[in-house]
């Protein structure tokens, strides 16, 4: 599976950017996607999963309200639209899907558990 992440920018604080993330390869083969950033100097945070099949999302409490992640199965693409945006939103943001049944917060939130990661894109949000 090979991810392609897209959409990122520079944009004013309050402000909005939809990122894209396409699958290619097998992406039948995949159970839930993902969204995480890392800023400098930080570890990778979670930002977002959604089931591949179900639809159910999961969102730490930092982006919920703010930001939503939606999919497009005939596309084979995540969305992920940051509505809303802060300088600490600033951050590399990467999309990573995951071959194994994940049915809780934890299991999508924790990065070790995702097979494939896609190249990141930038995101910069200035105040």
């Known amino acids: 599976v090979q991810l392609q992440a897209s959409g990122g920018g520079l944009v004013q604080a309050g402000g909005s950017l939809r990122l894209s993330c396409a699958a290619s390869g097998r992406p039948f083969s995949i159970h839930g996607m993902g969204w995480f950033r890392q800023a400098p100097g930080k570890e990778r945070e979670f930002v977002a999963a959604?089931?591949?099949?179900?639809?159910?999302?999961y969102y730490p409490d930092s982006v919920k309200g703010r930001f939503t992640i939606s999919r497009d199965n005939a596309k084979n693409t995540v969305y992920l639209q940051m509505n809303s945006l802060k300088p600490e939103d600033t951050a590399v943001y990467y999309c990573?899907?995951?071959?194994?049944?994940?049915?809780?917060?934890?299991?999508?939130?924790?990065?070790?558990?995702?097979?494939?990661w896609g190249q990141g894109t930038q995101v910069t949000v200035s105040s």
């Open positions: 990573a899907a995951v071959q194994n049944y994940c049915s809780e917060y934890g299991c999508y939130a924790t990065s070790a558990g995702y097979d494939y």
């Open positions: 959604i089931s591949w099949s179900g639809g159910r999302l």
